[in-house]
């Protein structure tokens, strides 16, 4: 069965810090890869997206994420992060029946 | 252009009771998937369905149900309450039935269900 795994539940950074989010996956085809975001009170925003083609993908906000098929991995990064990032993030994977498999997410909290 | 739309957002309820959340979503897009959040088990699919037809579902168990209009619009019920139906329900809407195509859901800001 499809998965995903966020090793990271909460993660703290400095203000202007760079950052990586962890995430890996379990599919057996090749999948659809994507980043959410959530802000508290907030639904999810898609962050960005993976189908296919460059495995370096932009995202809004400044953010980016790779995807490597023989890590089985997904990771967010951004090279400086704001303070407005702060925000709980998920990754999810699609699988062939449409549906969205979302990791547990990691929550992000940022020191000024 | 107006988002996707829940109601209520925040609701109690006690063991036992049923509720029904709603669900509008963007104009135009005719899927409306369905999930639950809580802090142990994260973001679970329910359900989903297109031109009122469910194509997809959970492992949830019969108490969760749901369905689509003709506008669109869905509903969750869930009935006989238990205390760990409570969670943030959160729909999400998409143009076409296959995130493939349109490679995006859109999210509402959920309705928080409390039981007690």
């Known amino acids: 069965a499809q998965s995903v795994t966020q090793p990271d539940i909460h993660i703290t950074v400095s203000e202007g810090a760079s950052l990586e989010l962890r995430c890996n996956y379990s599919y057996g085809a090749t999948p659809y890869l994507f980043w959410y975001v959530q802000s508290p009170g907030q639904g999810l925003q898609l962050l960005l997206k993976?189908?296919?083609?460059?495995?370096l993908v932009q995202g809004i906000k400044g953010f980016e994420a790779e995807f490597k098929r023989s890590q089985s991995s997904f990771n967010l990064r951004k090279p400086s992060v704001h303070w407005s990032d702060a925000a709980e993030y998920f990754c999810?994977?699609?699988?062939?029946?449409?549906?969205?498999?979302f990791g547990t997410g990691t929550r992000l909290q940022v020191f000024p | 252009k107006a988002g996707v739309t829940q109601t209520p957002r925040y609701l109690i309820k006690t063991r036992g009771q049923q509720v029904t959340l709603s669900c509008s979503p963007i104009s135009g897009h005719r899927s409306v998937s369905w999930y639950q959040q809580t802090p142990g088990q994260g973001l679970q699919f329910l359900f989903e369905?297109?031109?009122?037809?469910?194509?997809n579902k959970g492992n949830f168990p019969g108490r969760f149900s749901g369905r689509q209009f003709s506008n669109s619009r869905s509903e969750m019920n869930v009935s006989t309450l238990e205390l760990g139906d409570s969670a943030l329900y959160l729909c999400?809407?998409?143009?076409?039935?296959?995130?493939?195509?349109?490679?995006?859901?859109?999210f509402g800001e959920g309705s928080r269900l409390t039981v007690l």
């Open positions: 993976y189908f296919s083609g460059d495995t």
């Open positions: 999400a809407s998409s143009l076409e039935a296959s995130f493939s195509n349109t490679g995006e859901l859109f």
């Open positions: 369905y297109f031109s009122e037809t469910q194509r």
């Open positions: 999810a994977v699609g699988d062939n029946t449409d549906k969205l498999i």
